[in-house]
C-alpha cells in the first residue's frame, strides 16, 4: 500500500475559530466606518490577513497609508488573539479526534496546512499540538491560497508525493488550492458552496470509516463519491 499524507486545513475543520474571525473583522471594519457581513466573511476564508484586510478596504473604497494599514492588521490580530486565549479542547469540532485517531492507528502522516498565523497557538489550546507530524502555517509561506503553496510545503514537510496527499479543507480558496496541487480534496462545508471539492461532507460526523479506509487506496481519478 503507498503511505498517504493528509493535510488538515485549521479555521472550520479543526476549530471554528472562523466566528472569532468574523467578531474581529467585524469591529476593525466598523471602526473605519465599514459595514461588515457575515457573508463577507465567508469570503475571507482561507485568505491570508494581509489579502483579507486588502478585500475589506475594497468594499468600502478606502485607501489607507501603509503605517495605518500595518497598524489595523495588528489591531485585529490583538482582538482575535483576546477571543482565542479563552480556547480550550471543548472547541474541536465533532468528530475530528475520531478521524485523527483513525489516521494514527494506521500511521499515516498528518500535517497542517492554514493561512493561520496563529495556528501553534491554537493547536496548544485545544491540545493537539502533537498530533501533527508536521505544521505549515502563515508564518511558513508567502502565497496564500488558492496558491497550492501551503499543501506543497505540507506534503515536502511529511515526505509524501502531492498525488498521494489528501486535504481536509472549508473553504472555496482551500479547495482549489488543493486542486491545483493535484490532491484529493475533500470539502468540509456546504456542498453548494464547496462543488469544486471532490468530496464534500457536512461535518466529520458525516465521514465513515469505511470511506477514511477507502482513501487509503483510492487516487484522486478514481474517487468520485464516498
Not at 65 to 88: G, Q, V, W
Not at 173 to 188: F, L, P, R, T, V
Request: glycine fraction near 4%; proline fraction near 2%.
Amino acid at each position: 500500500m503507498i503511505k498517504k499524507g493528509f493535510i488538515f486545513d485549521l479555521d472550520g475543520v479543526i476549530v471554528d475559530t472562523a466566528k472569532y474571525h468574523f467578531l474581529a473583522w467585524k469591529k476593525l471594519a466598523n471602526s473605519i466606518g465599514i459595514d461588515f457581513t457575515e457573508h463577507q466573511n465567508e469570503q475571507l476564508k482561507g485568505v491570508s490577513r494581509i489579502e483579507s484586510l486588502k478585500k475589506i478596504l475594497k468594499w468600502g473604497d478606502i485607501t489607507l497609508s501603509e503605517e495605518d494599514f500595518n497598524r489595523l492588521m495588528a489591531d485585529k490580530n490583538t482582538n482575535y488573539l483576546s477571543y482565542i486565549a479563552k480556547m480550550d479542547e471543548s472547541e474541536i469540532l465533532p468528530d475530528v479526534i475520531k478521524v485523527m485517531q483513525f489516521l494514527i492507528d494506521k500511521k499515516q502522516p498528518m500535517a497542517l496546512g492554514s493561512a493561520s498565523k496563529n495556528s501553534i497557538e491554537i493547536l496548544n489550546k485545544v491540545n493537539l499540538f502533537n498530533q501533527f507530524d508536521a505544521i505549515v502555517d502563515g508564518n511558513a509561506v508567502t502565497k496564500a491560497k488558492p496558491d497550492p503553496e501551503v499543501f506543497l510545503k505540507a506534503a515536502e514537510a511529511i515526505q509524501i508525493k502531492p498525488e498521494n496527499c489528501i486535504v481536509f479543507e472549508d473553504s472555496v480558496a482551500g479547495i482549489q488550492a488543493a486542486n491545483k496541487a493535484n490532491m484529493i480534496s475533500i470539502g468540509i462545508g456546504e456542498s453548494s458552496v464547496l462543488n469544486e471539492a471532490d468530496v464534500v461532507f457536512r461535518d466529520f460526523t458525516e465521514m465513515s470509516l469505511d470511506f477514511l479506509e477507502k482513501l487509503l487506496t483510492t487516487r484522486k481519478s478514481q474517487l468520485k463519491e464516498k
